[in-house]
């Protein structure tokens, strides 16, 4: 398991949680092999989000907003991401399903799981299309013409 304790980390992710503020995106990374901090957060979503993510000798999780729906509802969704870059070791690559255990004690509320490990997986269209086929009904088809 990860040491998760750091009071930043369920800050931070209440802060992407809230609709009162504008912060869509936490990261947190390793410090040590098994302690995770908060490395960051933004309002930049998921474009600004990737450029954070993009680092192949890292294991990273984010958490996400994105506002999905039709015309006739938009919501928030939430994702949660883990990240294990391509220059990450055997081991610290084993580590990361177990430590993704660790992190779910603080992010709770997941529409859509995504884990990624080149930057060319960071693709926002294919994560917006995993979140709106995550989400139910789809009214955007069926346009009135009346």
Not at 4 to 16: G, Q
Not at 23 to 41: D, M, Q, S
Not at 125 to 142: I, P, Q, T
Request: proline share 1%.
């Amino acid at each position: 398991m990860a040491d998760v304790s750091s009071p930043e980390l369920k800050s931070a992710y209440d802060e992407v949680l809230a609709d009162s503020n504008d912060t869509n995106w936490c990261l947190f990374k390793y410090e040590g092999k098994n302690k995770i901090v908060l490395a960051g957060k933004g309002n930049g979503g998921f474009a600004e989000l990737a450029q954070e993510i993009n680092q192949p000798s890292e294991r990273l999780y984010a958490y996400l907003r994105v506002v999905s729906g039709d015309d006739e509802s938009k919501r928030a969704k939430f994702v949660f991401i883990s990240w294990c870059g391509e220059e990450v070791g055997a081991l610290a690559k084993a580590n990361v399903s177990v430590h993704k255990a660790s992190v779910k004690q603080i992010i709770k509320n997941i529409g859509v799981e995504c884990h990624y490990t080149q930057a060319d997986e960071l693709n926002e269209e294919e994560l917006m299309a995993k979140v709106r086929k995550s989400s139910g009904a789809d009214y955007s088809g069926n346009k009135s013409t009346n």
